[in-house]
């Protein structure tokens, strides 16, 4: 990162004071301006976090020495798409993820956000409820699974799950049979997928057809009879019948459920670009699928 000229000691009261001014309201923008260059990592942080900042304060704190600071101005919705292209671009992996949560992230940063070696920065943007045609083609076709998994779960796009239901990969389709923005027909299909967990992954996700579930209550996986049988998805009717299945791991299932009893999992969109306290390595919030 480039050098840049502190102002102020980094230590001891002028820096609390500094720190108590950076966050003020009332602050004067030139001031803020200055206390962009303040010694004090925390005194910077503090102006990368306003959304009130100067574009002149904003501009140099981007190339700051110190990883936080300048995730901070990545979360800053006030930051300039120009800041953000070279942002999403940063060394720094949390740098970049908190460029894929910024509001001010427009389609020039999802472009290039989509043609990032950084899978989980794809992974983040795949995630985005609404996405550009042109961006949305680009994730359709990602080398990774995992991004056009993420991008199957998440999408509102039809055109995209169309796309996507022809995926060979089975965690992709898996990622559809959690989508509850899957067509009827589309969900019949994925209730006949030769694939166990993508089927698994449905009966606990979406409501089915009648049809569908008729057929589900012979399917030959242990596995998926017993998912059925625990699902909140699942109508009583039909769980009344797993509660005869030849199966007694499956029947006991049935006769033992309770409604919210937390049996089913639930789908959440990832928040872009978010760090937990403590998340250490790996991903944002150190969220796993």
């Given at each position: ?104 992230c427009d389609e020039s940063v999802r ?179």
């Open positions: 990162m480039g050098k840049q000229k502190h102002v102020g000691d980094a230590t001891g009261d002028g820096a609390d004071a500094r720190l108590a001014l950076a966050r003020d309201p009332a602050t004067p923008q030139m001031t803020l301006i200055d206390l962009a260059s303040d010694a004090s990592a925390e005194v910077r942080k503090a102006v990368a976090t306003r959304a009130d900042a100067p574009a002149q304060a904003l501009r140099p704190l981007t190339r700051d020495h110190d990883r936080h600071v300048r995730e901070a101005v990545a979360r800053n919705p006030s930051t300039s798409v120009g800041n953000l292209l070279r942002l999403v671009k940063d060394a720094d992996r949390w740098v970049r993820w908190a460029v894929a949560g910024n509001p001010a472009r290039v956000m989509a043609e990032a070696p950084d899978k989980e920065l794809r992974g983040l943007l795949a995630e985005t409820r609404e996405l550009e045609p042109e961006v949305a083609a680009r994730l359709v076709d990602d080398v990774s699974p995992e991004v056009r998994e993420r991008l199957a779960t998440h999408t509102h796009d039809p055109d995209v799950i169309t796309a996507l239901m022809a995926d060979r990969t089975a965690r992709v389709r898996k990622g559809l049979a959690r989508n509850p923005r899957t067509t009827a027909a589309q969900r019949s299909a994925l209730a006949r997928d030769p694939v166990v967990d993508v089927r698994v992954a449905l009966v606990l996700a979406v409501e089915l057809d009648e049809a569908d579930l008729r057929r589900l209550l012979d399917d030959r996986s242990v596995q998926v009879r017993t998912a059925m049988a625990r699902s909140e998805m699942i109508p009583p009717h039909i769980r009344q019948e797993l509660g005869r299945d030849p199966d007694e791991m499956v029947a006991g299932v049935a006769r033992d459920f309770r409604p919210g009893s937390g049996n089913a999992p639930v789908v959440r969109a990832a928040r872009a670009g978010h760090q937990s306290s403590g998340s250490g390595r790996g991903r944002p919030g150190g969220a796993r699928r």
